[in-house]
């Protein structure tokens, strides 16, 4: 005698696993605000360092990406510079 595997059930209990798994962490995952809110000063002082470095680096990077657009050198190829040396 051959039963059949119950998926709806299979499905609805994997769901509700998922389900209750997902409520568990948002519930208890402090979001990025909480987290730099409980840091101490010199953690914050750190922080707050590495921003600053890395919003200069972005900031450097999308200069030099402005200026290279910007060059009209740099919309031709290399070859087709005519001078040798």
Do not use: H
């Amino acid at each position: 005698m051959a039963s059949q595997f119950p998926w709806g059930k299979f499905f609805a209990s994997t769901c509700g696993i998922i389900g209750v798994g997902y409520a568990i962490m948002k519930a208890t995952t402090p979001s990025p605000e909480e987290t730099y809110a409980a840091m101490s000063p010199d953690l914050r002082k750190k922080v707050d360092a590495n921003r600053a470095a890395r919003l200069a680096r972005e900031n450097a990077t999308q200069q030099q990406a402005t200026a290279q657009l910007q060059d009209p050198d740099a919309q031709k190829p290399i070859w087709a510079d005519g001078s040798r040396s």
